[in-house]
């Protein structure tokens, strides 16, 4: 026979068993969804901070990865670091605009890292380093997006 319960001042609920411990599937349950996920989105807010800052005071850095044909690469840049800065305090202060502001900024700066890539790719001076520093960088645009995402209150 089991028994739910919500603890106070807990948002996890946990399944009892008769004599009311918890079964060791739902002490992992509760673990994993705890601690280690909620603290993802101020780890991406710190790299949002860090990166929106370095736009703003050495916005060369981030001009080859404005995709060719867009007006403005300079305003391009100082708005998308300022973006990179609201969207970081947003994280660090778990409202609850900013993990879908962050997920629509990712998605708003893949073009930039995927012409960037090309770019490096196709120059045959380029530093290897950066060729694959470059490439690698796409596919971690999905494990952010489900970072920043994780600081959302779920139920259990």
């Known amino acids: 026979m ?16 008769v004599f009311g411990a918890r079964s060791a599937t739902t002490r992992y349950a509760a673990r994993v969804r705890g601690p280690d996920r909620r603290w993802l989105p101020l780890g ?5 901070a860090g990166s929106g800052v ?11 990865l404005v995709p060719r044909g867009l007006p403005a690469p300079d305003a391009i840049v100082a708005v998308s670091g300022l973006a990179e ?10 409202q609850p605009w900013a993990g879908p502001a962050s997920v629509a900024l990712l998605i708003a700066v893949f073009p ?15 530093d290897p380093r950066v060729v694959a520093g470059a490439w690698l960088r796409l596919p971690l645009q999905v494990p952010l ?3 920043v995402l994780q600081g959302r209150r779920t139920r259990c």
């Open 145 to 147: 997006i489900w970072a």
């Open 2 to 17: 089991q028994r739910r319960l919500v603890l106070a001042g807990s948002r996890v609920r946990h399944r009892l068993n």
């Open 44 to 48: 991406v807010a710190a790299l949002f």
């Open 54 to 64: 370095l736009h703003l005071i050495r916005p060369d850095i981030f001009l080859p």
């Open 112 to 126: 930039g890292n995927v012409q960037f890539a090309l770019d490096q790719g196709a120059d045959p001076s380029a």
């Open 85 to 94: 800065l609201a969207c970081a305090a947003g994280l660090a202060t778990r």
